[in-house]
């Protein structure tokens, strides 16, 4: 079981170049998040996906677009990078429980350098 | 709306002291508390959460946290750190009804020294 796996690790963009963040989890869970870490800031979600073929915004969406191309994978795509989108991506999936209660799993993240 | 402050960005501590490392929440309706981990260049373990029932929750690595309704707080506390216990510390918050949408706090820095 690998978990939650990230693809790629590192990555260096020049400004209004574009990629996409690769995300895929083995534990077949329904839900999966992306979510970028800025230093002092926490993580903010970007956006999730509830199930498969569903995916909504979260509180810091503008500048991304996602796709739920299955129920493993979740990509991040950024169009046209900008220096403000330097960060640490994580992508994370979860499980639901009792009740309504859902625990998140992490990957170990994407490091992003726009210049 | 909810919101998680973490009172302490930074926390220095001697190999073999306790350690609390404080987290507040403010939201207007009934949540979920998580604490989570993140070592250097990993990515984000969960360390405990609450849920309901007991307010002393107990996790992984020795660590527990206690909620406190009253106080709006979720503090971590952990009676004897460890060198490998330097990392950085989250807390987090979902509301019932709404939890895959997890807040999370600024994060605090625990770093034991020898």
């Known amino acids: 079981n690998a978990g939650v796996t990230q693809t790629p690790k590192f990555q260096v963009l020049k400004t209004g170049q574009s990629m996409t963040l690769q995300c895929a989890q083995d534990?077949?869970?329904?839900?999966m998040y992306w979510y970028r870490q800025d230093p002092g800031m926490g993580l903010r979600l970007i956006y999730y996906?509830?199930?498969?073929?569903?995916?909504d915004k979260g509180e810091v969406p503008n500048g991304y677009n996602v796709s739920r191309l299955n129920k493993r994978e979740f990509s991040l795509r950024l169009e046209s990078a900008a220096p403000s989108q330097t960060s640490v991506y994580f992508c994370?999936?979860?499980?639901?429980?009792?009740?309504?209660?859902?625990?998140?799993?992490f990957g170990p993240g994407t490091r992003l350098l726009v210049l | 709306a909810q919101s998680v402050t973490q009172l302490d960005s930074q926390v220095p501590v001697f190999e073999e002291a306790p350690v609390e490392l404080r987290c507040n929440y403010s939201s207007s309706v009934s949540v979920y508390l998580f604490w989570y981990v993140q070592y250097p260049n990993q990515g984000l373990q969960l360390l405990l959460k609450y849920l309901s029932g007991s307010t002393l929750v107990k996790g992984i690595n020795g660590f527990e946290a206690e909620f406190n309704k009253s106080q709006t707080s979720f503090h971590l506390r952990k009676p004897s750190v460890h060198i490998s216990d330097t990392a950085e510390y989250f807390c987090?918050?979902?509301?019932?009804?709404?939890?895959?949408?997890?807040?999370f706090g600024s994060g605090t820095q625990l770093t034991v020294l020898p």
């Open positions: 987090a918050v979902s509301k019932v009804g709404s939890a895959r949408q997890l807040t």
């Open positions: 994370a999936s979860s499980e639901r429980l009792a009740g309504d209660q859902e625990t998140q799993y």
């Open positions: 996906s509830a199930s498969e073929g569903t995916t």
């Open positions: 534990m077949n869970h329904n839900s």
